[in-house]
């Protein structure tokens, strides 16, 4: 038991993100994908609500996302240049297994959307963090394909907002630690009630 709590220990003290268009292939098989996605879906959700979903593209689907991109892209940007146009492409063929991280919260429900949309947060790190435990590197992004209403019909039911776009796959070289991370300092304090 303590092997596995210590080794849970460091994927956890050293896990990282790898930049989705620097992933190479191949991303998870299958039944991996199955078994990071029940993870993903073990997430704590106020209310038993499961305000989430995950949309998996399949690879021979990726000439399909790209022309949803071109279209979002022209719908957007009509001046969008080649470059603009070259990265739509590149962007939906980037390598791995992409899954679409969908919020999908349940509207005037007791629960606040707030909580909902914190759960959807929640199950991207989860998914997150089982893809490295089964050896993969993943890579969350938004950028403007997750604010747009084009790529997002695609996606969403109505009500619904794309949370971001997971790509799962390895590093083709080894992943640099960010520059930097928050010293606990500045992100924790012991609390001290304000005087009344
Ligand atoms: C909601 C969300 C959206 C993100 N969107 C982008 C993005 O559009 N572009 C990008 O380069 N990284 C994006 N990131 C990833 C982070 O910039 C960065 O890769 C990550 O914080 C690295 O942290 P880690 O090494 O602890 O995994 C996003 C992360 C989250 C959680």
């Avoid at 991996?32 to 879906?41: D, K, S, V, Y």
């Avoid at 009500?159 to 997971?166: N, Q, S, T, V, Y």
Wanted: charged share 25%; aromatic share 6%.
């Amino acid at each position: 038991m303590l092997n596995d709590r210590t080794s849970l220990l460091s994927l956890l003290e050293s896990r990282r993100s790898g930049k989705p268009r620097e992933l190479v292939g191949p991303g998870p098989t299958a039944e991996e994908m199955e078994r990071i996605l029940a993870i993903a879906a073990r997430t704590p959700d106020h209310g038993k609500l499961a305000p989430w979903r995950f949309i998996t593209v399949a690879g021979d689907q990726r000439d399909t996302l790209e022309a949803v991109l071109q279209e979002a892209l022209s719908e957007e940007n009509p001046d969008a240049t080649a470059g603009h146009r070259e990265k739509e492409h590149e962007f939906a063929h980037y390598s791995g297994q992409l899954v679409v991280i969908v919020s999908a919260p349940v509207p005037d429900h007791k629960i606040p959307v707030w909580e909902q949309e914190l759960s959807c947060g929640a199950a991207g790190m989860n998914l997150l963090i089982a893809a490295h435990a089964l050896g993969y590197v993943a890579g969350w992004v938004t950028g403007w394909r997750a604010y747009s209403e084009h790529v997002r019909n695609a996606f969403c039911e109505p009500g619904e907002r794309i949370a971001g776009f997971i790509f799962i796959g390895h590093a083709a070289r080894e992943l640099e630690e960010r520059e930097r991370r928050p010293p606990l300092e500045a992100v924790h304090k012991s609390w001290r009630p304000r005087d009344l």
